[in-house]
Nanobody, 115 residues
Framework: QVQLVESGGGLVQPGGSLRLSCAGS????????MGWYRQAPGKQRELVAN???????NYADSVKGRFTISGDLAKNTVYLQMNSLKPEDTAVYYC?????????WGQGTQVTVSS
C-alpha cells in the first residue's frame, strides 16, 4: 500500500516563503507523476503543480512564477517551493502520486498565509 508523508506547512506572512516535502513508500510500481493539490475551505480540491517521470512540469496559472515543483520520482520524493505567498494560497496542501495502477494521497498539510 502506497504511503505519502508530507511536511513543511505552517503559518507565514504575506510575501513569505515555505517549502513542502513529500516522501512516498510502499509501491511496487514506479511513480509516473507526483504533485501537489490544495483545498481551501468551501472550495474544490485543485491542482497546484505536478512533475512527471520525464521531468516535465505543470502549474496552475495562479501559482506560475511563484511556486516551483521539483523532485526525484525514482526516489519517490517531491518538493514544492512556495514564494511570494498570498492570503489566497491558504489551504490544506495534499501530495499526490500516480502509478500505472494507483492514485494515492497524503494526509495533507495546512498552509496559512496571514499577517
Amino acid at each position: 500500500q502506497v504511503q505519502l508523508v508530507e511536511s513543511g506547512g505552517g503559518l507565514v506572512q504575506p510575501g513569505g516563503s515555505l517549502r513542502l516535502s513529500c516522501a512516498g513508500s510502499g509501491s511496487i510500481f514506479g511513480f509516473i507523476v507526483m504533485g501537489w493539490y490544495r483545498q481551501a475551505p468551501g472550495k474544490q480540491r485543485e491542482l497546484v503543480a505536478n512533475i512527471r517521470s520525464g521531468g516535465g512540469t505543470n502549474y496552475a496559472d495562479s501559482v506560475k512564477g511563484r511556486f516551483t515543483i521539483s523532485g526525484d520520482l525514482a526516489k519517490n520524493t517531491v518538493y514544492l517551493q512556495m514564494n511570494s505567498l498570498k492570503p489566497e494560497d491558504t489551504a490544506v496542501y495534499y501530495c499526490n502520486a500516480k502509478t500505472l495502477v494507483s492514485d494515492s494521497w497524503g494526509q495533507g498539510t495546512q498552509v496559512t498565509v496571514s499577517s
